[in-house]
């Protein structure tokens, strides 16, 4: 059974930066693709990066780009999300997610590929 665990989320103002983190049981983590997700209140669930097995592979939305950094480190089966220059618009709930499928030109915007999610953790940016 693989586990998820997200943590880091907290309550920063605009401008201010936090550091997500999440931790993957099991013995496979370093072929996973990782994702981060976000859902605001009343809106869908939105991509936010992804990284590849290797780390080799970086992938953002447009709307975080330059701003947060994905990173992840295979010997602590732990996937970083380092978020800079917050925005109250970046408030949500952040979902890790981790992916087994191994194919080339995975779609990782999709929350389809993604087969283990943990239960969130809130960030909220005030003005």
């Known amino acids: 059974q693989v586990q998820v665990v997200e943590s880091g989320g907290g309550s920063v103002q605009a401008g201010d930066s936090l550091r997500l983190s999440c931790v993957v049981s099991g013995r496979t983590f370093s072929t996973y693709t990782m994702g981060w997700f976000r859902q605001a209140p009343g809106q869908e669930r939105e991509f936010v990066a992804a990284?590849?097995?290797?780390?080799?592979?970086?992938y953002y939305a447009d709307s975080v780009k330059g701003r947060f950094t994905i990173s992840r480190d295979n010997a602590k089966n732990t996937v970083y999300l380092q978020m800079n220059s917050l925005k109250p618009e970046d408030t949500a709930v952040y979902y890790c997610?981790?992916?087994?499928?191994?194919?080339?030109?995975?779609?990782?915007?999709?929350?389809?590929?993604?087969?283990?999610w943990g239960q969130g953790t809130q960030a909220y940016v005030s003005p």
């Open positions: 997610a981790a992916s087994s499928r191994i194919a080339n030109n995975l779609p990782v915007r999709a929350p389809v590929i993604y087969d283990y």
């Open positions: 990284i590849a097995w290797s780390g080799g592979f970086t």
